[in-house]
């Protein structure tokens, strides 16, 4: 109420105390596009901009989101993963971390985009854009200065990489664990993982807006870190459901006063369920039921790109302000994609195409075909929810398992 000028109106009529404890039910529910409308009214007046931190969200919904975070809740909910990580048998002192990026310098002004493997700030970035063996061997080349590494990164990501490995001198043994995120995780991926590495794999359920959420232990469950996040299931009025029914995720973050996230939906669905699990944590046990699953771009000589390129391209796109309000795009066939844009201005058409066509010609080389459409608003999905950003050439295909 005293910070935050969106709750100063919706806290009018509650006398706020230092001990006052406030109903969550009577706190309103957010959603991202009140975020991107109004960022200013959910920044904290109370911190100093040379003590925050920015970053845009994955976009993976369709619509990226400029979120900043202070140095010290970086450090908090940062802490907070490496013990869990320690937890599960992770050696964080010596061990160096291989994370899957788009561009080389995440937070600075550099935003070439990577083509090879880096080490960078003590990590070894590894390039989600050019996704190919002579890649992997390079990153063989950077781990011999190693004694143990560890992959930070999507299913997709290291099942791509268990599946380049043939005839690949690659030091499996130094790689002594794994922790996915952003994905369903299917059975055939983590088996094949496990086959290959034989390290702890763990799941960590998250946003970029509130970091971690859940946390996958030793028998396999997601356990909500309850010392990070409120988490509520809500049926379609709104209402919490509590255990065992599955509705939508309803998060709020203990950690980040800077930029608050109180009731926020995620456009996720699942359900909470009481923990008697073997591993001896106490903390409620998350199940989903709809989380986000990357597409590929498939090319007519076999290769598979990862249409994280596009999200990259808008990363771009709105690096100063937000151009591209929300976006789709239809693989059409081999060389020819449908772009669907929501745009703040149509002064930035000939901006956002230029964007698009070279960036999309570099990774992909080959000669394509662009048709950009513009719309005024772009509908969710009815069913999920969501709006689904990438519509691959294979997207009639049905996923023929269930996911773990």
Partial sequence: ??????????????????DIKIILSKLPIVNKREYIENPSRFLSNEINADDLVWEFTSGSTGQPLKICKSKEERVIQGWMLQTLRRENGLDIGTAIMIRFHNYINEFGNNTDILKEPVVVHNQIYFPTLYFNSENIIKLCELLRTYDKAWFYGTPSQIYKICNLLDNIDFPISK?????????????????????????????????HEIWAIAYECSCGNLHILEDNVILEILDKEGNNIGYNKEGEI???????KSMPFIRYKIGDRGMIKKSECLCGKTSDILELSAARIADDIVL???????????????????????????????????KKFEIVIVASSENNRKFIESNFYNILTDVLD???????????????????????????LESTV???????
Avoid: A
């Fill in 300 to 334: 007519e000589d076999g290769r598979r790109i990862s249409s994280i390129v596009f999200l990259h391209i808008l990363m771009l796109i709105n690096q100063e302000k937000v151009i591209v309000k929300q976006f789709q795009i239809y693989q059409c066939s081999y």
């Fill in 1 to 18: 109420k005293k910070n935050i000028l969106y709750y100063k109106k919706h806290l009018e009529e509650i006398n706020c105390k230092d």
């Fill in 366 to 392: 080959e000669n394509l075909v662009l048709k950009f459409i513009y719309l005024d608003n772009i509908e969710n999905d009815l069913q999920s929810g969501k709006l689904k950003y990438f519509f691959p």
């Fill in 250 to 256: 309803v998060l709020t973050s203990l950690i980040q």
């Fill in 175 to 207: 790689i002594t664990y794994i922790e996915l995120f952003g994905e369903v995780l299917f059975k055939h991926q983590k088996e094949q993982m496990e086959s290959v590495f034989r390290c702890p794999i763990r799941n960590m359920y998250g946003c």
């Fill in 398 to 404: 049905k996923m023929k398992e269930p996911p773990v």
